[in-house]
Nanobody, 121 residues
Framework: QVQLVESGGGVVQAGGSLRLSCVASGRTLVNVDMGWYRQAPGKEREFVAMTRWTWRGYTSDYDDFAKDRFTISRDNAGNATYLEMNGLKPEDTAIYYC????????????WGQGTQVAVSS
């Protein structure tokens, strides 16, 4: 099992920025994707962004709402991911969860505890 610890959430005014971090421990994340989902009050968890592991390095995927405002990155060791969020809107208010999944050398699919992001209008 992979332990994931998120940080960086908080309260910000509309138009502001936050940088979320997720650090993994417990195993090396080779052949494993790592990224972010979010869950707003009363809504289902939704995809935000993901770094995809490839033999040539990482690629990134975004949901449409995140493409122009959010940037995901992953450190060279592959055990941490960051989500830079700019131009935040009240509808971005949610708990943001870090996720790792993939076949690895051993299959993994784990979640962090989440970090709260609140955007005031």
């Amino acid at each position: 099992q992979v332990q994931l610890v998120e940080s960086g959430g908080g309260v910000v005014q509309a138009g502001g920025s936050l940088r979320l971090s997720c650090v993994a421990s417990g195993r090396t994340l080779v052949n494993v994707d790592m990224g972010w989902y979010r869950q707003a009050p009363g809504k289902e968890r939704e995809f935000v962004a993901m770094t995809r592991w490839t033999w040539r390095g990482y690629t990134s995927d975004y949901d449409d709402f995140a493409k122009d405002r959010f940037t995901i990155s992953r450190d060279n060791a592959g055990n941490a991911t960051y989500l830079e969020m700019n131009g935040l809107k009240p509808e971005d208010t949610a708990i943001y969860y870090c996720n790792v999944h993939g076949p690895g050398p051993v299959p993994v699919d784990d979640w962090g505890q989440g970090t709260q992001v609140a955007v005031s209008s």
